[in-house]
């Protein structure tokens, strides 16, 4: 029988984007209530990706996938990873920056991507607190 907490996520993707996030990590956190102050729609929803509906969903996907600790956006049946990702997320608050994405070329994107996924566990000298989600944006985390 497939995990209700895949149904829930992918139900959910088809019409929000859904961040699939390493949920041990400082600057991943911070990344999240970046989202969360600025998504004045709600239209994102969110799940670490150390959750048990998370992790079974991603062991459907493709293998790259499989194998990443990256930040992860499913939206409409696709997977994005990387700086894909963030364009997605940067696209849907419609900020400025979105811009960069276009006129940047992707291997350039993602070395910068990789390189601060590379130290960012060291990358949690702003965080002074954890994220404590009030009621209405504790129901947007799957």
Wanted: glycine content about 2%.
């Amino acid at each position: 029988m497939e995990n209700p907490e895949i149904i829930n996520i992918s139900k959910i993707s088809e019409k929000h984007p859904v961040i699939l996030f390493d949920g041990d990590c400082t600057f991943c956190n911070f990344w999240v209530q970046y989202v969360l102050k600025r998504d004045k729609n709600q239209e994102f929803y969110f799940s670490p990706l150390q959750s048990d509906g998370a992790k079974s969903l991603i062991s459907s996907l493709d293998k790259r996938f499989q194998e990443t600790d990256s930040i992860i956006v499913l939206f409409k049946k696709k997977v994005y990873d990387k700086s894909d990702a963030v364009f997605v997320i940067l696209k849907a608050l419609n900020h400025p920056t979105r811009y960069l994405w276009y006129i940047t070329p992707k291997f350039l994107r993602n070395a910068v991507y990789d390189l601060i996924a590379k130290y960012r566990h060291r990358l949690h000298w702003w965080q002074t607190e954890c994220l404590v989600p009030d009621k209405e944006d504790k129901q947007r985390f799957l």
